[in-house]
């Protein structure tokens, strides 16, 4: 099992990205894909979307209504799209994926696949 994150970037507040999240090793579609992030200067990472393998999306209050979760199943990739982003959502974003998980969860103990996470910097 392989995830590999991109599209992160250097984006000005009220700016978008799109992030990627590539799978190898294993179809997306039988795994619970989330995204999770690392602020500046803190060790936790906050669980911030995740599809379920029925396509049920689960989002931290944070980023609701501003990042939407998709799948591209013939790609096998994992998409997290961030609108009008704000300075609180800088930080390394990362892909992780969980097995035999029917329903969703922004927990991450529970993911036992992580990808090395793509760094978003937000400036005014």
């Known amino acids: 099992v392989q995830l590999v994150e991109s599209g992160g970037e250097l984006v000005q507040t009220g700016g978008s990205l799109r992030l990627s999240c590539a799978a190898s090793g294993f179809t997306t579609d039988e795994f619970l894909i989330g995204w999770f992030r690392q602020a500046p200067g803190k060790s936790e990472r906050e669980g911030i979307a995740c599809i379920s393998t029925t396509n049920k999306i689960e989002y931290a209050d944070s980023v609701k209504g501003r990042f939407t979760i998709s799948r591209d199943s013939a790609k096998n990739i994992v998409y997290l799209q961030m609108n009008n982003l704000k300075h609180d959502d800088a930080g390394i974003y990362y892909c992780?994926?969980?097995?035999?998980?029917?329903?969703?969860?922004?927990?991450?103990?529970?993911?036992?696949?992580w990808g090395r996470g793509t760094q978003v910097t937000v400036s005014s």
């Open positions: 992780t994926a969980l097995e035999d998980y029917t329903g969703t969860t922004l927990t991450k103990y529970s993911y036992d696949h």
